[in-house]
C-alpha cells in the first residue's frame, strides 16, 4: 500500500473494536483489527540517457549540502545530554525548541550563510525524535526506563548499527575510492533495501494480529537507515536511493499501528494518564513529528524534470497532511487537553511559511536559478 493514499481513507480504515475492557496489567492482551499499514513503495527506477544530438541543457544552480564527515554524521546520535532529570522525551522536545526558535526568527530574507546551521538544527531533532521513537517501542516491549533503557538504547541498538554499517563501509570501500556515508549510494541503498524487508515483515505481522510484533520490526526498520535523514543526504541521493520515499513512510505505518493498539483498548487504559496510554500517545506524537521536521527539498523536486510525476506528488504535503490528522486523532483517544498556541504549532500548521519545508524551499528559492 503506497503513502499515497487519500487521507480520509486512511483514517478510516483505523477500525474500532465492537467493544472496549479494561484488563489487569500483569495479563494485559489486546485485541485489535488491523489493516494493512501503508508500505514503502518501490524506489523509482533512474536513468539518464545520453542523446548525442541533444542539446545540453545548462544544471540549475541549487545550494549545497554541507559536506559531513562520517564522525559529523554520527555526532548527533550520540549526543544523548547526561545530567540529571533529563529524559528521552525532554532531548527532544528541546531540539525542537531550538529549531523552531530559529525558524521563527529568520528574516524574510535569509542570509544564504545561514542555510548550513538550518540543516544541522534539523539533524539534531531528527536524530533526538528518531531516538525517541525507538525508545518508546523498547518501553511498550518491556524495557525499563533507567539504565536497562541507557545500555539496550545507546550500547546495543546505536552501538551495534555504528559497529556493523562501519564494517560494511569499510568493505565496500576497500578497493575503490572511498566517499563519505552521505554520498555512498551504494551503502545507503542497501540499508533502505534492508528496511524495506523488515517493513513488508511487518505489514505480515498487522495481518496477523501481532501488533507489538510488528511495532517491533518497524522499529527495526528505522534502525537500519540511521544514521541519515533527508537534512544529511541531498535530494538527489535521497530520491535515487529510496531513502526518502521509506524513511517517512515507516514513520506513519508507526503512527497508524500505535492509534489502531489505542483504539482497541478501554477508556481507562486509552488516556494519557495510564502509563500504556501515555506510552502509545508519545510514540504516535514522536512519529508525526519526525514528518513534519523533515526538510524534504520541495523546490528541487519541483525543478527536475528527472523526477517521476509518483515522487514528486508523494512529497508535496500528503504525507505532512496525514501526520497532522494522525497527531489529531491520537489526542483525541489520549484525552489530551488543547494546549495554547506555541512556536511549534505555528511551524508545523503546513499553510505557514514557518514549516521546515517551507523554510528550505525559501532558502532555495531565493539562492538556486
Known amino acids: 500500500m503506497s503513502i499515497l493514499l487519500n487521507t480520509a481513507t486512511l483514517i478510516d480504515n483505523i477500525t474500532k473494536p465492537s ?21 514503502s513503495p518501490s524506489s523509482s527506477s533512474y536513468s539518464t540517457r545520453e542523446d548525442p544530438d541533444a542539446t545540453p541543457r545548462p544544471h540549475p544552480r541549487r545550494l549545497t549540502i554541507p559536506a559531513l ?3 559529523q554524521l554520527w555526532e548527533p546520535w550520540f549526543a544523548y545530554p547526561s545530567r540529571p532529570q533529563m529524559t ?24 544564504e550563510s545561514l542555510y548550513p546551521l538550518f540543516l544541522t538544527k534539523c539533524r539534531s531533532t531528527l536524530s533526538a525524535l528518531k531516538v525517541l521513537v525507538i ?13 536497562q533503557m541507557g545500555k539496550i538504547l545507546f550500547g546495543r541498538v546505536l552501538g551495534d548499527r555504528y559497529n556493523d554499517l562501519m564494517s560494511f563501509y569499510g568493505k565496500s570501500s576497500k578497493f575503490i575510492s572511498r566517499l563519505p556515508l552521505c554520498d555512498d549510494e551504494e551503502v545507503i541503498r542497501k540499508s533502505v533495501e534492508e528496511a524495506k524487508v523488515l517493513q513488508i515483515r511487518a505489514n505480515e505481522l498487522f495481518a496477523y494480529q501481532k501488533h507489538e510484533a510488528a511495532l517491533e520490526h518497524l522499529g527495526l526498520a528505522i534502525i537500519k537507515l540511521i544514521p541519515w535523514d533527508t537534512a544529511s543526504l541531498s535530494p538527489e541521493v535521497a530520491q535515487r536511493t529510496g531513502f526518502a520515499e521509506i524513511d517517512q513512510s515507516l514513520f506513519l505505518s508507526i503512527a497508524m499501528v500505535s492509534i489502531s493498539i489505542s483504539e482497541t ?24 513529528d519526525y514528518i513534519s521536521y523533515s526538510p524534504i527539498s520541495k523546490h528541487h523536486i519541483n525543478q527536475n524534470s528527472e523526477y517521476n510525476d509518483s515522487f514528486a506528488e508523494t512529497f508535496q504535503g500528503k504525507e505532512e497532511e496525514l501526520a497532522f490528522e494522525l497527531e489529531k486523532i491520537a489526542s483525541e483517544l489520549a484525552e489530551m487537553t488543547p494546549s495554547s498556541p506555541s512556536l511549534s504549532q505555528e511551524n508545523r500548521d503546513i499553510t505557514s511559511e514557518k514549516t521546515i519545508r517551507n523554510t528550505r524551499n525559501r532558502f532555495e528559492q531565493a539562492y538556486c536559478s
Not at 19 to 39: F, M, N, Q, R
Not at 94 to 107: E, V
Request: charge should be positive; proline fraction near 5%; include cysteine.
Open 19 to 39: 467493544s472496549s475492557y479494561c484488563t489487569d496489567k500483569s495479563t494485559e492482551y489486546i485485541d485489535i483489527i488491523i489493516v494493512s499499514a501503508p508500505s
Open 69 to 71: 564527515t562520517n564522525e
Open 88 to 111: 528521552l522525551h525532554r532531548w527532544a522536545e528541546g531540539n525542537k525548541s531550538q529549531l523552531d526558535m530559529f525558524i521563527h526568527n529568520l528574516p524574510s530574507s535569509s542570509p
Open 135 to 147: 525508545g518508546s517501542i523498547l518501553l511498550i516491549r518491556g524495557v525499563n526506563h533507567g539504565q
Open 265 to 288: 483498548l478501554s477508556p481507562c487504559h486509552k488516556s494519557h494518564l495510564s502509563i500504556f496510554g501515555s506510552r502509545l500517545y508519545r510514540l504516535t506524537k514522536a512519529s508525526c
